[in-house]
């Protein structure tokens, strides 16, 4: 598929991955969730400019606790979330292409005057909660410029994903896997 071996943990098949690339590809990404960079990473070796979204603080999915176990297990090892997602980063050297990263949340970032700007790809794949998905395509959806995509994760295992995108859009096309996608 390419160069970058899909060797950092997360919850993104191959397939998923491989659509991510081909929509990305020269594009002026948003990412908004990127945990340990497992996306990120392939976002950045193909795109034109990347910016990217994560409090670092995990989230409750419908697994349960995981992700804030996983970071209490890291912290107890002297390691954070977000050290490893940068190390994850400079491992994968993309060239020189420069990352923008936002450590907090997709709210905080919404309000910050430097990202009142379009992106062609925007994915979503933060707080999964139907209140949250929903509030990320409101205020992210905005930021979209003409024929640009946007997107996210876990239409198919997290109900409060499926049931935000389902009332935002009637033309959300579903898969690969459990992506989901709107070509505005
Ligand atoms: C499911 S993981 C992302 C997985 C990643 N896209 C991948 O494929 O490996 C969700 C991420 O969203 C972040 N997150 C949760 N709520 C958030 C919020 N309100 N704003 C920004 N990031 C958030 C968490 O810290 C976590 O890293």
């Known amino acids: 598929m390419c160069h970058i071996v899909?060797?950092?943990?997360?919850?993104?098949?191959?397939?998923?991955?491989?659509?991510?690339?081909?929509?990305?590809?020269?594009?002026?990404?948003?990412?908004?969730?990127?945990?340990?960079?497992?996306?990120?990473?392939?976002?950045?070796?193909?795109?034109?400019?990347?910016?990217?979204?994560?409090?670092?603080?995990?989230?409750?999915?419908?697994?349960?606790?995981?992700?804030?176990e996983i970071i209490k297990k890291l912290n107890s090892e002297g390691k954070t979330l977000f050290g490893e997602f940068l190390k994850n980063l400079g491992r994968h050297d993309a060239g020189n292409k420069n990352v923008e990263i936002l450590k907090m949340s997709s709210e905080e970032a919404a309000a910050r005057q430097s990202l009142d700007r379009k992106f062609d790809f925007i994915f979503i794949d933060a707080d999964h909660r139907y209140e949250m998905v929903k509030q990320d395509i409101e205020m992210w959806l905005s930021h979209l410029s003409k024929k640009g995509i946007i997107a996210g994760h876990d239409y198919n295992t997290e109900p409060g994903v499926r049931k935000a995108v389902d009332e935002m859009f009637s033309s959300a096309i579903h898969g690969p896997i459990s992506i989901w996608h709107v070509n505005v």
Do not use: S, Y
Request: hydrophobic residues 40%.
């Open 6 to 68: 899909a060797d950092i943990p997360g919850w993104m098949h191959n397939e998923e991955i491989a659509f991510l690339r081909e929509k990305a590809k020269g594009k002026d990404v948003l990412e908004i969730g990127c945990w340990l960079g497992r996306t990120t990473v392939h976002f950045l070796e193909v795109c034109k400019n990347l910016t990217i979204i994560d409090t670092f603080r995990g989230v409750l999915t419908i697994d349960g606790d995981k992700q804030p």
